[in-house]
Structure formats: structure tokens, C-alpha cells
């Protein structure tokens, strides 16, 4: 069985940083891709970034670029996001989803329970 669990949300000033974790585990994890999404109220799911495990290859969001940064442990099967100067616009609840191939992320089943950032002005 799939699961993934998120961790490092908080509340958090303009400007500052977090590192959210997402450990995973029900698969082989060098063979998948991990994705980071977020969810704000009001607002449509949105994907931030994702990481090829077996290549390493990354993606970032226009508004995740140059911020954010997605990195793996496959040692550990953790994947891990950087997040530094953040802005009021980064709330919401961020989840990982798990999958075999980035292109199927954003529909995946396989989702974590997703932990709140809140970044106060």
C-alpha cells in the first residue's frame, strides 16, 4: 500500500522559510516520481513542483521558481521541499502525491493528508 506523509508546515512571517518533508513508502521509490500541490481556499489545486527519482529531473511552477527548491533522499525515501522567501499567496495545505511517471501527478490517487502553511504579512 502507497502512503505518504507530509510534515514541516507552519505559520510563518513574509519572507521566511520552511522545508516540508514527505516520507514515503508501498513502493519502489526509485522507480516513481514525487510531486509537491498545494490547495488554497477558494482556489483550484495547484502543482508546485515534482522530482524524477530515477533521474532527477525537476519541474517548479513559474511562482515556485527560483524559491522553492525539490530534493530526495532515496536512501531514506523522503522527498523534501525548500521553501524561502515566502509570500502570503504560498498558503494553503501541500500535500505530495506519488506516482510512476511525472505526467500522471496530477490525477494520482496516491496522496498524503497534506500539512497547512500559513505565511502571515
Known amino acids: 500500500e502507497v502512503q505518504l506523509v507530509e510534515s514541516g508546515g507552519g505559520l510563518v512571517q513574509a519572507g521566511g522559510s520552511l522545508r516540508l518533508s514527505c516520507e514515503a513508502s508501498?513502493?519502489?521509490?526509485?522507480?516513481?516520481?514525487i510531486g509537491w500541490f498545494r490547495q488554497a481556499p477558494g482556489k483550484e489545486r495547484e502543482g508546485v513542483s515534482f522530482i524524477s527519482l530515477s533521474d532527477g529531473k525537476t519541474w517548479y511552477s513559474n511562482s515556485a521558481k527560483g524559491r522553492f527548491t525539490i530534493s530526495s533522499d532515496n536512501a531514506k525515501n523522503m522527498v523534501y521541499l525548500q521553501m524561502n522567501s515566502l509570500k502570503p499567496e504560498d498558503t494553503g495545505v501541500y500535500f505530495c502525491a506519488a506516482d510512476r511517471s511525472p505526467e500522471i501527478l496530477y490525477g494520482s490517487n496516491h496522496r498524503g493528508q497534506g500539512t497547512q502553511v500559513t505565511v502571515s504579512s
Open positions: 508501498g513502493f519502489t521509490f526509485i522507480d516513481w516520481a
